[in-house]
Each structure stands twice: as C-alpha cells, then as structure tokens.
C-alpha cells in the first residue's frame, strides 16, 4: 500500500473554482483501479495550500492513474488556479510494529 501527498498552492480567491474539481478527482478516482481512500486538507497557517493525502493499493495503480486521460483532463483545468506547479510525494507505508 502506498500514500500519495499532493499539495496545491491556490492563487488567491480561487478556492471556490477549486472545490468542483477536487471533487470530480475524488470521484474519478474512487471508480479507478486500486484506489482505497483519500482526504483533502487545507493549511492552518496558510489556507492558500490544500493538499490531498490518498491512499492506493500499489504504486502502479497509481501511476496508471496519475496517467489518465481523465485526470489529466482535470488537472488542466487545475493548473491555472494554482500559484506554481504541484507537488507530488509518494509514500510506502512502512511497518514499524515488531513481530
């Protein structure tokens, strides 16, 4: 399983503009292949970043879906809203109990 961080600065008075889309990811992406969950978080210092941390069962689920054309088609939509490029991490959970 892995963990997908991706954080958006948003140009000012863009929330709004922003939030249809979001939701037409989440959406999209609950119908896809491997995807498990995801949340939207905005800053408390800085309401101008809002990251999304999803949850997918594999990598390469991921990447196929970081490839569609239908998230492609909305992050288009995205990319003018944003202050700069956005930021992409990817995480394994790593297991720290003992066995």
Not at 46 to 59: A, Q
């Amino acid at each position: 399983m892995i963990r997908v961080v991706i954080q958006r600065h948003l140009k000012e008075g863009k929330k709004g503009d922003l939030l249809p889309l979001l939701r037409a990811l989440r959406t999209a992406a609950m119908n896809y292949s491997g995807y498990i969950h995801g949340e939207s978080l905005v800053g408390t210092d800085d309401p101008s970043i809002i990251s999304v941390l999803s949850t997918w069962r594999s990598l390469e689920d991921w990447k196929a879906w970081e490839k569609s054309g239908q998230r492609v088609k909305l992050y288009e939509k995205i990319e003018s809203l944003l202050v700069e490029k956005l930021k992409v991490s990817v995480y394994q959970i790593m297991a720290t109990e003992e066995k």
